[in-house]
């Protein structure tokens, strides 16, 4: 039974236009949610958190907003590039740190 | 170094040899992870350390997995009698504390 689930496996955008990667999870234990950034044959890069006391985090151009009532979370990328262009995955924690549960991840490419 | 250092990068084991995978965190991290990944998916947790105490070893398949970080800096993840389905790529990740974890490249093990 997922705990983490990113129900999109891929996402095509245009470049300059904005990216939207969604997740959604089950335990509502679960009160800190990050997202990482995945190339081929690399280990994933943290990109960005949020707490769960928070409904919104923002870093330059990586915003995640966070819906504890749906027990949903997005991350918005604008404007897109295709360096951006990677597998993102969605994970979250119940201790603050311990223990990441890690969803199956988006491929998001990027088109020039 | 900079960032957490996984060796070997690539290992290849007969099917009933053991394997020792080693992760060098970032220095001055608390927290060590290990990770197992299969192909297309998102990684598994496997064990946490927080300095040489193994706190939760839940994600570990079997008995066959071993762990160990005994002075709270260097980890190594010991595989005995290696099968198939042990094939993956273990990834070690270290934090300062209940924060984000940092992500080494990984060790790729196939067995054959």
């Known amino acids: 039974d997922q705990q983490v689930k990113q129900n999109s496996p891929s996402l095509s955008v245009q470049e300059g236009r904005i990216s939207i990667l969604n997740c959604d999870y089950t335990?509502?234990?679960?009160?800190?949610f990050l997202w990482y950034k995945k190339y081929p044959a690399e280990g994933p890069t943290f990109l960005i958190s949020?707490?769960?006391?928070?409904d919104k985090n923002e870093d330059g151009r990586f915003t995640v907003f966070l819906n504890k009532s749906a027990k949903h979370l997005s991350l918005h990328i604008v404007p897109s590039q295709p360096g951006d262009s990677a597998v993102y995955f969605c994970?979250?924690?119940?201790?603050?740190?311990?223990?990441?549960?890690f969803g199956p991840g988006t491929r998001l490419s990027v088109l020039p | 170094g900079a960032g957490v250092s996984q060796s070997p990068r690539y290992k290849v084991a007969k099917r009933g040899q053991d394997v020792a995978l080693r992760c060098d965190p970032i220095?001055?991290?608390?927290?060590l992870f290990w990770y197992q990944q299969a192909l297309g998916q998102g990684p598994e947790f496997l064990t946490y350390f927080q300095n040489e105490a193994q706190l939760d070893k839940s994600g570990l398949p079997s008995d066959r997995f071993f762990a160990e970080r005994p002075e709270g800096s260097v980890s190594t993840l010991k595989i005995q009698r290696t099968q198939q389905e042990d094939s993956a790529v273990y990834l070690c990740a270290s934090s300062l504390f209940n924060t984000e974890a940092f992500f080494g490249q990984g060790t790729r093990l196939t067995v054959v």
């Open positions: 220095s001055g991290h608390v927290s």
């Open positions: 949020i707490s769960s006391i928070k």
């Open positions: 994970a979250a924690s119940g201790n603050y740190g311990q223990n990441f549960v």
């Open positions: 335990n509502s234990m679960f009160d800190y």
